[in-house]
């Protein structure tokens, strides 16, 4: 695809419905590539074929969300097929098993597989924000890991989080707009 | 206001209620069944609070579409051209546009030039003595250029409402979609309009004519600027010989399909309020000035090889002094001019959001989890 031209071809939108297919599962409608290029072109203001943070910083309502810099760190920099395949799990059809990878992706920000107990007092911290202090946030994590079967110092791969989110439904879905 | 994203297409999820099963129920039982409920309960809170799911979900919600970035777009028109019948006809227009009448549009401003600066500059020497009689005379002349400027797009302005007239303590605020808004009104008024100083050949214009007709010029990027052009507008309210004072309160450009938030510095100077509601029609040409992407130049080169430019301005007045005035005003044109209404600050354009958006959030999700802690 080069650098982002104005124009999506057929082999485009294909190729890039086949990267975000996930076992074998059309995540992502063709309708709705081509609407994602639109937005994608329309955030990309110099056409440099990525979005770069304070692109993504300048929707209010994103830099605005609690988690804006964790959502960062995965999407900053990239090209519009990986930009697709990573809100591919907000699509209704991606699986419960997609979404939580996701969940345990934003977790795990030194990106080694494993979740410890900093990671998640990093999250927390963002979501709780000046209204929590650190031990009140320490004493809850303490007493919810405890409760878990989990220590202070445990880590938590991806099959612990299969474990945990179980097969509780997540609701984590985005609807692209279609013109 | 509020941070929701209106969009009728979105399905944003919120938060889900943290399950009844709380950690309190399990003290009640024998060891064995404590023991299972304890962990199912156990894996629930800690579910519970590692599930952040519909915060990323409002995330990449904003990512996917989001209100504010709409009011911006340069929403195109839809093409209809395309057969073998329609497409030579299309050509044959774009010929015509920018052989024929651009051209004969260029001559026309260029005239209207040449008669404008041959008058102006004459009254504005030497007239200096003789303020009342200049200044009228400089009305008329600013009044001419416009008019001059609306005939080089073939402009067609339907005027609807009272005609504004020189009167004190009145101020007319009005939508905002492109610079040449002014001009559109300017043409049935002399107004002083407060304006953002621009660089260029639009900023040399701004220093020596507008002027003349008593513009007050603004800074957005200065702190202390704000108080300066509030007591300008002031002063210049109190004048009995001030041409209308015309502000933009969106404080930026929307693409005429939306309003964004009215800044409240114009309803705030102690005096009627007369809103125009201004409405471009698309068909004949985009009047949306985006200013990210183009200049002002290519805009009006943009505008002058478009077949027209064809608008509603509908004037009207408000006598009382109402409580929550802006937003009124902001209803009535939005009604008036068929424009959707958005909750954001035209600013957030230039700056981010404001934290206190952010720690309402943060504030409920604390509140949920101290509560969870006291409960145990």
Request: charged share 20%; aromatic share 16%.
């Given at each position: 695809m080069g650098n982002a031209s104005s124009m999506l071809t057929q082999y485009d939108i294909e190729e890039v419905q086949e990267y975000c297919d996930h076992l074998f599962f059309i995540l992502v409608s063709q309708q709705e590539i081509v609407s994602l290029y639109e937005r994608f072109c329309q955030l990309d203001r110099n056409a440099k074929g990525f979005i770069s943070a304070d692109e993504f910083l300048s929707v209010p309502e994103f830099a605005m969300n609690p988690l804006s810099q964790w959502l960062l760190k995965m999407v900053d920099g990239l090209n519009f097929k990986d930009f697709v395949a990573f809100l591919s799990a907000f699509s209704a059809k991606a699986s419960a098993q997609h979404k939580i990878e996701l969940i345990f992706k934003v977790y795990d920000s030194d990106c080694n597989g494993k979740v410890s107990?900093?990671?998640?007092?990093?999250?927390?911290?963002?979501?709780?924000?000046?209204?929590?202090?650190?031990?009140?946030?320490?004493?809850?994590?303490?007493?919810?890991?405890?409760?878990?079967?989990?220590?202070?110092?445990?880590?938590?791969?991806?099959?612990?989080?299969?474990?945990?989110?179980?097969?509780?439904?997540?609701?984590?879905?985005?609807?692209?707009?279609?013109? | 206001m509020s941070w929701t994203c209106i969009a009728p297409t979105l399905k944003i999820t919120t938060r889900p209620d943290p399950p009844s099963t709380s950690l309190t129920a399990s003290s009640a039982c024998n060891s064995s069944s404590l023991h299972f409920r304890r962990s199912r309960f156990g894996l629930g809170a800690f579910r519970d609070l590692l599930d952040i799911s519909p915060t990323l979900t409002e995330a990449a919600g904003a990512i996917v579409d989001d209100s504010f970035t709409r009011c911006f777009k340069s929403i195109?028109?839809?093409?209809?051209?395309?057969?073998?019948?329609?497409?030579?006809?299309?050509?044959?227009?774009?010929?015509?546009?920018?052989?024929?009448?651009?051209?004969?549009?260029?001559?026309?401003?260029?005239?209207?030039?040449?008669?404008?600066?041959?008058?102006?500059?004459?009254?504005?020497?030497l007239l200096k003595g003789h303020d009342t009689l200049r200044r009228k005379l400089e009305r008329l002349l600013v009044e001419l250029i416009c008019c001059f400027f609306v005939a080089s797009w073939s402009g067609v302005v339907n005027y609807h409402g009272p005609r504004p007239s020189i009167r004190p303590k009145q101020v007319y605020v009005a939508n905002h979609t492109s610079m040449?808004?002014?001009?559109?009104l300017q043409q049935m008024t002399a107004f002083a309009v407060i304006m953002q100083k621009h660089p260029g050949w639009v900023g040399f214009l701004q220093s020596t004519i507008l002027e003349s007709v008593g513009c007050i010029w603004f800074n957005r990027t200065e702190a202390k600027d704000r108080e300066i052009v509030a007591r300008k507008l002031r002063d210049h309210v109190q004048g009995a010989d001030n041409n209308p004072l015309l502000i933009f309160p969106e404080g930026t450009c929307v693409n005429n399909h939306y309003t964004v938030m009215f800044k409240?510095?114009?309803?705030?100077?102690?005096?009627?309020?007369?809103?125009?509601?201004?409405?471009?029609?698309?068909?004949?040409?985009?009047?949306?000035w985006n200013s990210r992407k183009q200049s002002f130049t290519m805009h009006l080169l943009q505008l002058t090889t478009s077949w027209a430019v064809v608008c509603d301005v509908i004037c009207f007045c408000i006598d009382n002094l109402i409580y929550g005035l802006s937003t009124w005003v902001r209803d009535m044109i939005s009604i008036r001019a068929g424009l959707k209404k958005v909750p954001w600050d035209g600013y957030l354009k230039y700056s981010c959001p404001s934290p206190k958006h952010r720690e309402r959030k943060q504030r409920s999700f604390a509140e949920w989890v101290l509560r969870r802690l006291e409960e145990k």
């Open positions: 107990f900093n990671d998640i007092m990093k999250v927390l911290r963002d979501l709780s924000g000046p209204f929590m202090s650190d031990d009140q946030r320490e004493q809850v994590l303490i007493q919810v890991l405890k409760e878990a079967g989990y220590t202070k110092e445990s880590y938590l791969t991806v099959d612990d989080f299969f474990k945990v989110f179980g097969n509780s439904n997540i609701k984590m879905e985005v609807e692209v707009p279609v013109d | 195109p028109p839809e093409f209809w051209n395309w057969n073998i019948y329609l497409f030579p006809l299309w050509c044959f227009g774009v010929l015509v546009r920018h052989l024929i009448l651009f051209p004969a549009r260029v001559l026309i401003l260029t005239i209207g030039w040449i008669i404008f600066l041959s008058s102006f500059i004459p009254v504005h020497l040449i808004d002014f001009i559109v409240k510095g114009a309803f705030e100077l102690g005096c009627m309020v007369c809103p125009i509601a201004i409405k471009y029609n698309k068909i004949f040409a985009d009047a949306f």
